[in-house]
C-alpha cells in the first residue's frame, strides 16, 4: 500500500489543482519524489533476492545520487540542442500573443 500511495495517488492528489502545476519548483519536488519513490519500490523488491536483506547504506544512496544525476545531466544535454519551439506551425504567431 506504501508503494501505491507514493508512486500514484500522492503525486495525483498533488498535481490535481492547476496553480500546483504552474509552479516550476513544485513540479521539480513531486518529481523528485516520484523518482525517489520508484527508486526505494525497485530496491525493495530487488534487493532482497539479491543480497538477503534490505538496507539503505552509503552505496544505495550514492548510486541513487549518481542515477539522478546522470539522467538530469542527459536529459538537460538533450534539452539544449533541441527546439522548444514548434517549426513552420501555422499558428505560430497567433500563439504568441496568448498569455497562456
Not at 12 to 33: C, E, M, S
Not at 43 to 72: D, I, K, R, S
Request: proline share 5%; aromatic share 14%.
Amino acid at each position: 500500500w506504501t508503494m501505491f500511495l507514493m508512486n500514484f495517488l500522492l503525486p495525483l492528489l498533488i498535481l490535481v489543482a492547476r496553480d500546483a502545476k504552474r509552479n516550476p519548483r513544485f513540479v521539480t519536488g513531486v518529481g523528485f519524489l516520484i523518482f525517489f519513490s520508484h527508486w526505494l519500490d525497485v530496491n525493495v523488491l530487488v534487493q532482497p533476492g539479491a543480497v538477503g536483506e534490505w538496507h539503505l547504506g552509503l552505496l544505495e544512496l550514492g548510486m541513487f545520487a549518481t542515477g539522478l544525476g546522470a539522467f538530469t545531466y542527459l536529459t538537460l544535454t538533450r534539452l539544449t540542442k533541441a527546439p522548444l519551439t514548434v517549426v513552420n506551425h501555422p499558428y505560430l504567431a497567433e500563439s504568441v500573443h496568448h498569455q497562456f
